[in-house]
């Protein structure tokens, strides 16, 4: 199966790990990020997200676990990537429940930069 549409930002609240803003604190750092994502299109809902991030010299490193809640089920996603001079990643559907109870598969998220983006999921159940 297929699904495609929009993604966008709702809220992001990043801290480091003992609890400053990310942005107060310049050069490497660990950081944990609460994000919100608003989904429309083939899937529409909204989603939870928590990633993990190193900030190195010249990269951001990262990896997180997204918990999409749609009318008709849900989807878990996992993400491992980095962030050099754009974003890039992978992102894997391990789960589902409801209409994508135990979907596995792939997605891809592109960003443009205007700051919108659109999604695409390839999955089966």
């Given at each position: 199966?297929?699904?495609t549409g929009t993604i966008e930002v709702k809220s992001w609240d990043e801290n480091t790990w003992d609890g400053r803003s990310y942005k107060?604190?310049?050069g490497r750092k660990l950081t944990e990020a609460h994000v919100s994502f608003s989904y429309t299109g083939d899937i529409s809902g909204v989603s939870q997200c928590r990633y993990l991030m190193y900030y190195s010299d010249d990269v951001a490193w990262t990896t997180?676990?997204?918990e999409i809640t749609a009318d008709d089920g849900t989807l878990v996603l996992?993400?491992?990537g980095a962030y050099r001079t754009g974003v890039e990643g992978v992102i894997e559907i391990?789960?589902?429940t409801g209409k994508y109870a135990g979907a596995k598969?792939?997605?891809t998220v592109v960003?443009?930069?205007d700051g919108s983006s659109t999604y695409t999921l390839e999955y089966e159940v």
């Open positions: 199966m297929k699904a107060e604190v310049e997180a676990l997204e996992r993400h491992v391990v789960d589902g598969g792939a997605a960003w443009a930069e």
